[in-house]
């Protein structure tokens, strides 16, 4: 009788502990959508109060901003002329509009969308003097140069501006002495030096403060993922300047924090410009990686000789310090030209890998997140992830630093799963941090759906077409679905059994054991498939992802560690009540011919390869300013296949402030090359000179236009 009710009780408590962990979960649910609740209301306040605003506004707001306008022929001409951009992207020319018509702006665009554009073009059209504010110096210090190499007096009061060029800022806003259209500061400047503050009053009253740029500007709030405690002090802008346009600029914003940047930099009345998340141009993918670590280096080694045998610059982002530095010395093994960049080394030698890699002289950088924001790079051609990211949006951010020119780029996520408990004891302890985290496992695991759609969800934007730009669109992998219920089952009765004796298993231990397990029971048949390890271990993280299984974290002296345990929906596994599908690639369809199909252009001819030589040293000789600084990738690919021979043609291509300054060296290489191709005899040209020294050019190839120089 004793012993009954005992079995009784113990199975009474086994439940209730069941119970009181279903409850737990329950429990956090409720918190979250709490938490969500309060922030949707908040939302939907906003939206009202901002409804009723733009109602006050409203003939204003429906103004159409692609219009005609009376700047239009001097804006094309700066355009074209200063800046060498043959046509505006989206939204830039409506952006330009709206601020030359002394409109405050919000402007949200995609990484390497142009956002520059918007504001260094009407600085120029205004009169009087633009401030920026910009939250890092490298990217001041890139700006300024590339300006200054346009011709524009653009310049920075930083730390590091010198006395002559600080007195000549001061005097220019002061005096309206000497010649500035263009003033960058960093945001402190504003917040704590009153010198400043009181100069650009004067200048403000004399009538020549044209505009005010805040660029990343979801660096004033706390929402947002990069926020800066100076840019909050931002707001003092709007009240001492109210009737000067003000366009605050970033990449990213989710609905809260546009709606906080509004508030906080007082623009409630801005015209606000959205742009798609979608970044057409770059071709993502997941790769299957190695359990062994020089077999992952070899693939990223062969995978960037074959892929980018022009030395094309790319990222590398790994997870830890000490993995930069191992990946990038084995790079260099393997014969890439490859340093790493930490938050570990000091800030001169950070500084020299940045740069050397800006003047493409080092083809790879290898980073850790800490390689964020400064980079201006126009031309990265590929961005690969060594381990995978803390969230979607992290990923969205890193990968979008490849093809800000728009040209096309490709993005890799090398990924294994028993990376996932490496980064979930790094974030399990931030808000949503778990969940963040297999949000973007789910992404990885995904064999079927398309990449850039996940992005759209992510960011609650319309779906797009792919245009078979991700690898699950343009070469579907083979794959075969294996039943893994029983296997599942398995799991969660060792996880149950271990958790009665007071064990605990990491991912690793729980497949050695798994195995053992399934040996034990003889499962080898074709109903119970023996899995491999890394099988095994896909199926633990899709366990995870639908909470049959949950992790657990332990804080040891040296590390956290991250143990796998029944999560709530233990039960549907264990009675079967479910089945687990287990999708296993056996073959990719044409795998890189189909990539390099998409993503490659190649070089047409050595033409290009000569002028990216040539552009180097024209940067080089004028003062270090970047290659894409003279010449963009873009621009090579034009001159290449229009092969201008004089001024005139060349002009056409890239415009006259480029052409003036460094036209004769590329008209001079452009000749010689087709005087070359001539005697090789591989050209059907037939080439001669003309009286203005262009060449007359007779193509019968279909990629070039027949352009006279007389
Ligand atoms: N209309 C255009 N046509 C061709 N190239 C353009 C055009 N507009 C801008 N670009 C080029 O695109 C690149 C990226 O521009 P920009 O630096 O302004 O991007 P961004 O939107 O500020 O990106 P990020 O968020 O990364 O700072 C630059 O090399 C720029 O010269
Ligand atoms: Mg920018």
Known sequence: METDVTEELLLVEEELQDVQEQIKVLLDRQEFLYKKQCELKAILEDCKEHDNAANDSISVEAQDWSGTFEWDSQAEDIRFNIFGISSYRANQRQIINAVMSGRDVLVIMAAGGG??????????????????????????????????????????????????????????????????????????????????????????????????????????????????????????????????????????????????????????????????????????????????????????????????????????????????????????????????????????AREKVHLRWSNSKLQVIVGTVAFGMGINKPDVRFVIHHSLSKSMETYYQESGRAGRDGLPSECVLYYKPSDVPRQSSMVFYENSGLQNLYDIVRYCQSKRNCRRHAFFRHFGEQLQDCNGMCDNCAYGAELVEIDATYHAKVIVSLLKEMQNCEQRATMLQLVDKLKMKMKELGASSKAIPDLKKEQLEQLIIHLLLDHVLKEEFQHTAYATNAYVTIGSLWKQALEGKRTFKLEICVGQKQKDEERLKVTKRSRSSTLETQLDELRMEIACSHGGIFPHAVLSTQHLGLLSTQKPTSIEELEKVIGKVKSEKYGWRIVELIRQHLKSEESNGEATNIVEGNENGGIKKKRKDKCTVNIDSD
């Open 115 to 348: 956002k520059s554009l918007c504001y260094q073009l009407p600085a120029i059209l205004r009169d009087g003097i633009t401030l920026i504010i910009s939250p890092l110096l490298s990217l001041i210090q890139d700006q300024v140069m590339g300006l200054m190499a346009l011709g524009i007096p653009a310049y920075m009061l930083t730390s590091t501006t010198s006395k002559d060029d600080e007195k000549f800022i001061y005097k220019a806003l002061e005096k309206g002495d000497g010649d500035l259209k263009m003033l960058y500061v960093t945001p402190e400047k504003i917040s704590k030096s009153k010198r400043f503050m009181s100069k650009l009053e004067k200048c403000h009253n004399a009538g020549r403060l044209a505009l005010i740029s805040i660029d990343e500007a979801h660096c004033c709030s706390q929402w947002g993922h990069d926020f800066r405690p100076d840019y909050k002090n931002l707001g003092i802008l709007k009240i001492q300047f109210p009737r000067i346009p003000l366009i605050a600029l970033t990449a990213t914003a989710t609905y809260k924090v546009q709606i906080d940047l509004m508030e906080m930099l007082h623009i409630p009345k801005c015209v606000k410009f959205i742009s798609t998340v979608n970044r057409p141009n770059l071709f993502y993918k997941v790769q299957e990686k190695s359990s062994v670590g020089k077999v992952v280096i070899e693939q990223i080694a062969e995978y960037i000789r074959s892929s980018y045998c022009n030395k094309e610059s790319g990222i590398i982002y790994c997870f830890s310090r000490k993995e930069c530095e191992q990946v990038s010395k084995e790079l260099r093994e393997h014969g890439i030209s490859a340093d790493y960049y930490h938050a570990d080394m000091d800030a001169v």
